[in-house]
């Protein structure tokens, strides 16, 4: 398929490898941002490609890893309600909530269904007037702009029965929550492509500035990963730091205009908990109070809920680069895709599920 | 590639190229867009500039971007250009 497979060819990604190796001189360590690098890099084996000096650690960017065992347990409360319908992306229905997950609901009798996109919901809901129909709409940057869609023409067709249970979360913000504890050992990041595909990276030079850290925007397939390490070894190497556009056959550095002007309209920025890591300020996205009939959490009375997570998952540490899932002591024990204890063993963006599901139990 | 199941990768975003444009009054422009061999229904709103025939990068039943087919090359132009400079240290 055009625009993948040449940038899976293996001559290309050798010549790749060693142009990395011959300009690393000495240690270091960088955090590909989102989850579907991090599959890509441990479906690839492309850490083994790298010099062992190059340590990939894994970020944030796992959309399903990263929602509030609040919010799981709100859509757990709602999907049980006789008139709704719960629809969803996959991923989320199997994240453990603290009693239990959606799909236990959909077995107990709940009508939860997974769509593609929030317009078949939308769709739904109009096929479906007596009933109430939610979205629930998690994922980062790169989704926002389909919930805004939705939520926007649900107002303007007057589909009143139709709501999103949002979620939604930033990069940056995450990015500079991670820079700024102690521990962290990063030294470059290789950004999320799709979210910048839609945001442009006007917002990485502050943090590459203040921090001193090299950001590469990056793409997804094996050779654009190989390319982005290239560019930021070269830059920790020349001690330059700069943000750097690998993917730009698919971000400008202005990102997606139209997409982000309806984001402006529909969404305020607010402070967001994330799962494992913690509340981070202005870190997420909530509807705007004049599309409240839209609101799951105003339409439905789910406010209170509090959850507590399992002692023995250290999902916060792996998100933020600080342990890999090997080194977990539930790691393919108490902790397995059919029984996980944590979101980034379920969702297939999660470090933990790439690590179980490729083998990698001791690096 | 099979269209990506359900909903399954939450960030993917898969190449496809536009292979028909319905305008639409509500200002949701939708098209057709083929993924090599399968068609789906993707909303166009978000690449005003997309014609029939160009590439785009579609997550969650949304176009959030058109692909430059020279920024496309540029990787591979580049590593040719390095190609040729080895090819030149004769030593």
Known sequence: MKYIDEYRDAETAKKLADMIRSVTTREWTMMEICGGQTHAIVKFGIDHLLPKEITLVHGPGCPVCVTPLEIIDKAVAIAGREEVIFTSFGDMLRVPGSQKDLLKVKSEGGDVRVVYSPLDALKIAQQNPSKKIVFFAVGFETTAPANAMAVWQAREMGVKNFSILASHVLVPPAMEAILSSPAHRVQAFLAAGHVCTVMGYEDYYPIAEKYSSPIVITGFEPVDILQGVYMAVKQLEERRVDVENQYSRAVKREGNVPAKKLLSQVFDVIDRKWRGIGMIPKSGWGLKAEFAEHDAEKVFDVVGIEAQESPLCIAGEIMQGLKKPHECVAFGRECKPEHPLGAPMVSSEGACAAYFHYGRVNA | ?91
């Open chain 2, 1 to 91: 590639m099979a269209a990506e199941k359900s909903g399954d990768k939450m960030c993917l975003g898969v190449p496809g190229k536009v292979v028909r444009i319905d305008e639409n009054p509500l200002g949701m422009t939708m098209g057709k867009v083929n993924f090599g061999g399968i068609s789906k229904d993707v909303c166009l709103a978000y690449v005003p500039e997309a014609k029939v025939g160009d590439y785009v990068i579609v997550h969650v039943g949304f176009a959030i971007s058109t692909l430059n087919e020279e920024e496309a090359k540029s990787v591979f132009e580049y590593l040719k250009q390095i190609g040729d400079l080895d090819g030149l240290q004769i030593t």
